[in-house]
């Protein structure tokens, strides 16, 4: 049934994006948001199109129909009408507005702000994953659905995640490009529950009774394998960084003298520098490392190509070889062990938060974090290595477990 100017009017958005049909391909979508578009469908070389004929009630039901009227003369003279809209644009605009063009010109802008590694992250996705499809389209144009489709050719691989953030991604360039002027909406807002949700997430295994972690420390001080990979082991227990901040340390970022190692912004997940503090034990673990790795610029250099650093999955195989299955214990693991027993012990919560990293979201408080925490770090950090050590000198039966204490 053709759409009439009250049934317009009368159609309330709902959950999902919606469509009234008119005639001959013309019909109106409407955003969960109330916004109303009018869009023609039509076929050009065997390959479906959409063409944007502007907002209701800024373009009448007459108007669109009359616009959809001058499209199809235009596809009966063999001509696409998409594409003559293009050829039409001023050339100071040709290009510029196009969804690559408009998503590569956001990245620039944003990702000195970020990590590289994330930055070169977010262009790759876009680039194998949107940009084939809806690259070369004005952004103006995409619709909610065709965002969906080519979302969805990615998820209906088994990358849900990656569907998901490019879903972000997405929504980001999109109000990039209406708030300079290229675009009126942002189709990614309609998608909202379209995506399926992300799987509940799962703690990480993690070693957290006192006697596991005793045998834990002794399977590391016995480890047979690469002597390069149990000193990486031993630093990971020693200083709970993460895998990445860890693995990729260089001999110009530790100062063994002052015991203190300096994790360069660049590399840290919240992007600040991060100081930590090396315990006797650490300093130790560095010195008899520095003879075999300190020529060369990786403190924990790859196996076989020492102009890389150390692989993390060189590190979680090493703890599979000690029998320590994925319910049990993974690399992210000593994060949550150190966490679990230093809080068990009675350590500040601040403290421990600091060393592990967790920027105060008070950019003030994190100042005052980074300067005023740096001794009472210090000295955690090296009460948190002698506790290590009594803990891997238990007896298998755990005689003589240390009592908990409280550190004001």
């Known amino acids: 049934m053709a759409l009439t100017d009250v049934k317009i009017r009368a159609a309330r958005p709902k959950e999902k994006p919606r469509k ?25 070389q065997h390959k479906e199109k959409l063409l944007a004929l502007g907002t209701f009630p800024d373009v009448s039901l007459k108007q669109a129909r009359d616009g959809a009227a001058a499209a199809r003369v ?8 998409m594409a003559e809209r293009r050829a039409a644009r001023s050339p100071a ?24 590694k994330h930055a070169a992250d977010v262009l790759y996705r876009l680039e194998k994953n949107i940009f084939p499809w809806l ?9 909610a659905p065709e965002l969906l489709s080519a979302l969805r050719r990615v998820e209906e691989r088994g990358a849900g995640g990656v569907a998901r953030r490019l879903l972000q991604y997405s929504g980001r360039v999109c109000r990039f490009a209406v708030a300079t002027g290229r675009a009126q909406y942002d189709p990614a807002a309609a998608l909202r529950g379209a995506l399926a949700p992300a799987p509940r997430v ?47 340390a260089e001999w110009g970022e530790i100062d063994l003298d002052s015991a203190t190692w300096r994790v360069p912004a ?17 300093v130790a673990v560095l010195r008899e490392l520095q003879p075999l790795t300190g020529h060369g610029k990786f403190v924990f250099p790859g196996v076989g190509n020492p102009n890389r650093p150390l692989s993390d999955g060189a590190v979680l195989m090493a703890l599979r070889r000690m029998d320590y299955g994925p319910a049990e214990m993974c ?28 920027v105060q979201s008070n950019a003030v408080r994190a100042a005052y974090d980074r300067s005023q925490f740096l001794d009472a770090r210090r000295a955690m950090m090296q009460k948190w290595a002698d506790h290590l050590d009594r803990l891997a000198s238990l007896n298998n039966d755990g005689a003589g477990v240390a009592s908990a204490h409280v550190i004001v």
């Open 135 to 143: 690259g070369a389209r004005p952004i103006a144009e995409i619709g």
């Open 266 to 282: 660049a590399r840290m997940k919240m992007r600040a520098e991060h100081i930590v503090p090396l315990s006797k034990q650490a």
């Open 74 to 81: 235009k596809l009966s003279q063999g001509i696409d009408p």
């Open 331 to 358: 690399v992210h693991g000593f994060r949550g062990m150190a966490s679990t027993l230093l809080h068990e012990l009675g350590y500040n919560s601040d403290h421990i938060e600091r060393q592990l990293a967790h």
């Open 93 to 116: 605009t040709v290009g510029t507005d196009t969804f690559e063009a408009v998503a590569r010109e956001w990245h620039s802008k944003h990702a000195p702000n970020w990590i590289p």
């Open 20 to 44: 009234l049909f008119d005639a001959h391909g013309l019909y109106l979508l409407i955003t969960p948001q109330g916004a109303r578009y009018w869009r023609l469908k039509y076929y050009f």
């Open 202 to 248: 799962q703690h990480r295994a993690a070693v957290t009774e006192p006697r596991e972690v005793g045998a834990l420390m002794r399977a590391i001080n016995g480890y047979k394998g690469g002597f390069v990979t149990r000193c990486a082991l031993k630093l990971t227990a020693l200083t709970f960084l993460r895998s990445g901040e860890l693995r990729r």
